[in-house]
């Protein structure tokens, strides 16, 4: 007997041949082209590959349905720490019974990264694909080719053929999605005179020198309509990271975070707590625990938000009382230790800083804080509540030492600030 063994199973020898000899032809077809498919795709198309040394941690397609666009953004990365925010702006072009990719704008952050070579990077990754053409700086997708495939063919599926000369239009339908229409062609599509994709490497320098002028939101607007929001985003961020002017790097995270850039939102707070305004990071974290979704993460940032407003002006009393809620709700089971130990721990933080708290309860949170965290961790927190308690009165040295017993038993070295503040401690004991 001959033929292969698909050929056998679906209809004897010549069942092939006789599937590609009767295709089915496609008078009209449409198709829905989603931003969460493409973003599928090109996570396939790119597993496990590299591109300028560097892995793809992350993708990003936004679909721009007036304009006929895509805006493409990708995150490359390493184990080492070295990022690379890349993003294209990309025109959907018909052409016959294609859909022709068309880059518009390439940009790359941190300055000096090359645009261009991670866009041909990535065309190089799609040369070999069905359905898929590479022309120049351009890709060319066929959506029928796509189906296509040999296996259908040996499953007993006859393949698609079109029937003369079809035509693709564009259509928006609305939620991230645009609909392809492949049927008969009205005109002859127009013959593409598209110029070379504009290279964008200096967004950090142009917003740095707009802020400083005072077009800063002017500037900002421009770069998001080239880009996308990611390439003015990615700028502030770089202008950030380097640490130059206060005033300019707020000044300037300040048009992200008005963009609902949460990145942005967070390093413009932390940078301000730096400078001694606290509060834009306490109103952050407590947006941010209010709306988060998960228990554990809400817990955290419960725990952070009371950290940071314990150390604003009268701020003591409506933290603690905070955290007292939390090991409330915590209770005693279907927590993680290490969550459960933070909690108490900065408990016991808060009610040796309350002069209202009497001493047993600070050291009944402390000693609760070390079971949960166990060894180096939790001897660490008996002994900073203990020095906290030494410094409160009198009154709590009993507390104190009680405390600096139990932490001294599970910790052999502690860490440096924790040791200047041991030995503050014994300096004062000598003078007593």
Same mark, same amino acid.
């Given at each position: 007997?001959?033929?292969?063994?698909? =050929?056998?199973?679906?209809?004897?020898?010549?069942?092939?041949?006789?599937?590609?000899?009767?295709?089915? =032809?496609?008078?009209?077809?449409?198709?829905?082209?989603?931003?969460?498919?493409?973003?599928?795709?090109?996570?396939?198309?790119?597993?496990?590959? !590299?591109?300028?040394?560097?892995?793809?941690?992350?993708?990003?397609? @936004?679909?721009?349905?007036?304009?006929?666009?895509?805006?493409?953004?990708?995150?490359?990365?390493?184990?080492?720490?070295?990022?690379?925010?890349?993003?294209?702006?990309?025109?959907?072009?018909?052409?016959?019974?294609?859909?022709?990719?068309?880059?518009?704008?390439?940009?790359?952050?941190?300055?000096?990264?090359?645009?261009?070579?991670?866009?041909?990077?990535?065309?190089?990754?799609?040369?070999? $694909?069905?359905?898929?053409?590479?022309?120049?700086?351009?890709?060319?997708?066929?959506?029928?080719?796509?189906?296509?495939?040999?296996?259908?063919?040996?499953? &007993?599926?006859?393949?698609?053929?079109?029937?003369?000369?079809?035509?693709?239009?564009?259509?928006?339908?609305?939620?991230?999605?645009?609909?392809?229409?492949?049927?008969?062609?009205? @005109?002859?599509?127009?013959?593409? !005179? +598209? %110029?070379?994709?504009?290279?964008?490497?200096?967004?950090?320098?142009?917003?740095?020198?707009?802020?400083?002028?005072? #077009?800063?939101?002017?500037?900002?607007?421009?770069?998001?309509?080239?880009?996308?929001?990611?390439?003015?985003?990615?700028?502030?961020?770089?202008?950030?990271?380097?640490?130059?002017?206060?005033?300019?790097?707020?000044?300037?995270?300040?048009?992200?975070? *008005?963009?609902?850039?949460?990145? +942005?939102?967070?390093?413009?707070?932390?940078?301000?707590?730096?400078?001694?305004?606290?509060?834009?990071?306490?109103?952050?974290?407590?947006?941010?625990?209010?709306?988060?979704?998960?228990?554990?993460?809400?817990?955290?940032?419960?725990?952070?938000?009371? /950290?940071?407003?314990?150390?604003?002006? =009268?701020?003591?009393?409506? $933290?603690?009382?905070?955290?007292? *809620?939390?090991?409330?709700?915590?209770?005693?089971?279907?927590?993680?230790?290490?969550? !459960?130990?933070?909690?108490? $721990? %900065?408990?016991? #933080?808060?009610?040796?800083?309350?002069?209202?708290?009497?001493? =047993? /309860?600070?050291?009944?949170?402390?000693?609760?804080?070390?079971?949960?965290?166990?060894?180096?961790?939790? *001897?660490?927190?008996?002994?900073?509540? $203990?020095?906290?308690?030494?410094?409160?009165?009198?009154?709590?040295?009993?507390? %104190?030492?009680?405390?600096?017993?139990? &932490?001294?038993?599970?910790?052999?070295?502690?860490?440096?600030?924790?040791?200047?503040?041991?030995?503050?401690?014994?300096?004062?004991?000598?003078?007593?």
């Amino acid at each position: 007997m001959s033929g292969s063994l698909a =050929e056998l199973v679906s209809g004897g020898p010549g069942r092939v041949r006789r599937l590609l000899d009767r295709p089915v =032809e496609v008078e009209r077809c449409e198709l829905d082209l989603r931003a969460e498919a493409m973003v599928e795709l090109l996570r396939r198309a790119l597993r496990g590959s !590299t591109i300028a040394g560097l892995g793809v941690s992350r993708v990003e397609v @936004e679909l721009v349905e007036a304009r006929e666009e895509l805006l493409l953004h990708l995150v490359l990365a390493d184990s080492f720490g070295v990022r690379i925010d890349w993003g294209a702006r990309i025109a959907l072009v018909p052409r016959r019974s294609c859909l022709c990719l068309q880059p518009r704008t390439l940009w790359a952050s941190p300055s000096g990264s090359d645009p261009h070579l991670v866009w041909r990077a990535l065309l190089s990754r799609f040369v070999r $694909a069905r359905g898929v053409l590479v022309q120049g700086e351009n890709l060319s997708v066929d959506p029928l080719a796509l189906w296509l495939d040999r296996w259908l063919v040996l499953g &007993g599926h006859r393949p698609l053929r079109l029937r003369g000369e079809l035509g693709l239009q564009i259509q928006a339908r609305g939620y991230g999605s645009l609909g392809l229409l492949i049927g008969e062609r009205v @005109e002859a599509a127009p013959v593409s !005179t +598209a %110029a070379p994709a504009q290279g964008i490497a200096d967004a950090p320098r142009r917003i740095q020198g707009a802020v400083a002028v005072g #077009k800063g939101a002017q500037v900002y607007e421009e770069l998001a309509g080239l880009g996308g929001d990611a390439l003015p985003e990615s700028a502030v961020w770089e202008l950030a990271a380097a640490a130059g002017d206060l005033g300019r790097c707020c000044a300037a995270l300040e048009l992200a975070a *008005g963009r609902g850039s949460g990145r +942005a939102e967070a390093r413009l707070a932390v940078m301000r707590g730096r400078a001694g305004d606290r509060s834009g990071l306490v109103e952050m974290l407590e947006r941010a625990w209010r709306v988060a979704s998960h228990p554990v993460v809400q817990a955290r940032l419960r725990i952070a938000w009371a /950290l940071s407003m314990a150390l604003e002006a =009268e701020g003591v009393g409506q $933290a603690r009382r905070e955290l007292e *809620g939390l090991v409330a709700e915590i209770g005693d089971g279907g927590w993680p230790s290490s969550i !459960t130990g933070e909690a108490w $721990a %900065a408990l016991a #933080k808060l009610r040796a800083a309350d002069p209202e708290v009497r001493g =047993e /309860l600070v050291l009944a949170a402390a000693f609760e804080a070390s079971h949960h965290m166990g060894g180096s961790r939790g *001897g660490e927190t008996l002994l900073e509540v $203990a020095v906290d308690l030494y410094e409160r009165s009198d009154v709590d040295v009993v507390f %104190a030492r009680r405390a600096r017993s139990a &932490g001294d038993a599970l910790v052999a070295n502690p860490d440096s600030a924790l040791v200047d503040r041991l030995r503050n401690w014994r300096s004062r004991s000598q003078a007593e």
